[in-house]
């Protein structure tokens, strides 16, 4: 707590002031934490003392990010569309720099580029360096000649421990291809709380593991009124994970980068209100980079229809990411997006068309 506070003294982060008149004060909070590796080994112990944010207003109790003014004047250019990515450019190598809250990722095409922005900060900032990107964020990454693995592996682990699923058979899929689960009218009630936290904890696993996300969607609707059936489900995707705790994903080095969609859904699949599901994922060359499952907000006619309304859910995602990869410096003429329907890959294709499609809202 005494290295906090002599941190603050030594950064200068704070003018003592008289209390503006009709200013509410903002309180302050002491955080503790243990830092850990990939392995749970202890590497740090943390004091920090923060401000209670949720009392304040951006505009009206702060307007000022030390950390952004400084790379700003440093030839640091914001990101457009993410506004907490820097990019510096010099001659033909590129720095690029993203931050979340205190941590710090960067990464150059030069390596000379990297030491020099570690030197800037470390001689501007009270910073530690932790070396090659290894953990963040639950994040497991190692880093390889052929390419980039990430998994939650460990996060997996604490899990099953937290849920008391360590023991006990696993299964080889998520969910029974043969079951759909409804509402369950007549079905036992079981612990809420329990329940909506176990759906908490693996929707932060779909982070990197695209296998799990459409039934931990489906399971996550039943979060208001859970029974015996919906948490036997949830605690299905428990035992899967048991037996594919190391399952993660794999980005190989390669020249191929090009974005591309794939979508898809079912007809009419919810039980209960008749809904489809849409599902998409996001190609950059070979590396899958984003993927969701979200049931349709309106009931579909037909399987043309269904896949129709997929099909634009993730021509928006490609939208959103064809923006954010411009602040990467990489532009994008021409996207395709995969659709197995021909109905509806006519309706999208055929300006005529899209008249019969005026009851969709968007």
Known sequence: MQEELNQFERNDVWELVSRPPSQTIIGTKWVFRNKLDDQSNIVRNKARLV???YCQEE????????LSSFLLQNGFI?????????????????????IYVDDIIFCATNDSLCKKFSKLMQGEFEMSMMGELNFFLGLQIKQCQEGIY??????????LKKFG???????????ATNVKIDKDEKGKFVDESKYRGMIGSLLY??????????????????????????????KRIFRYLK???QYGLFYPKNENFSLKGYSDSDYAGNIDDRKSTSGSC???GDCLVSWFSKKQNCVSLSTAEAEYISAAFCCTQLLWMKQTLADYKCSFENVPIFCDNISAINIAQNPVHHNRTKHIEI
């Open 51 to 53: 401000a209670q944010g």
């Open 59 to 66: 505009g009206i109790d702060y307007d000022y990010d030390r």
């Open 78 to 98: 914001r990101g457009k569309v993410d506004t907490t990515l820097f990019v510096f450019e010099k001659a033909q190598d590129c720095l690029l720099v993203q």
């Open 150 to 159: 990430i998994s939650q592996s460990k996060y997996t682990k604490e899990l």
């Open 165 to 175: 699923i360590e023991e006990g058979r696993t299964v080889s899929t998520p969910m």
């Open 205 to 234: 696993l779909t982070a990197s593991r695209p296998d799990i996300l459409h039934v931990v969607c489906l399971c996550a609707r039943f979060q208001s009124n859970p029974k015996e059936s919906h948490m036997s489900a949830v």
């Open 243 to 245: 037996g594919t705790i």
């Open 282 to 284: 996001q190609f950059l």
